[in-house]
């Protein structure tokens, strides 16, 4: 049984900075990409950030490109979103996913976390 858990969200104010965390079980995690997506309310899923399973290719969505770097630790299993100079715009629970490529669209991971709300205030 595959098993995401997000951590590290919560409420910060603009111009702060936060690092969330999904910690992977279930299947051998560096055989696989990873990828962060953002939902804000009213609004669908929206693409944040994707990581190879070596960890050698990472793609960012141009709102969070610079802001944002993605990286994961295979020893533990781990994948990290290090997100600062956040914006108000950034308030949305976040979630990390797990899929055999490396895409935007979220069909594309069979394995989602439960998600982490991180609240950004102006």
């Known amino acids: 049984q595959v098993q995401l858990v997000e951590s590290g969200g919560g409420l910060v104010q603009a111009g702060d900075s936060l690092r969330l965390s999904c910690a992977a079980s279930?299947?051998?995690?560096?055989?696989?990409?990873m990828a962060w997506f953002r939902q804000a309310p009213g609004k669908g899923r929206e693409f944040v950030a994707t990581i190879s399973g070596s960890g050698g290719t990472t793609y960012y969505a141009g709102s969070v490109k610079g802001r944002c770097t993605i990286s994961r630790d295979n020893a533990k299993n781990t994948v990290y979103l290090q997100m600062s100079n956040l914006k108000p715009e950034d308030t949305a629970v976040y979630y990390c996913a797990s899929g055999n490529g490396a895409t935007t669209t979220p069909v594309t991971y069979d394995y989602w976390g439960q998600g982490t709300q991180v609240t950004v205030s102006s």
């Open positions: 279930g299947r051998t995690f560096s055989r696989y990409t």
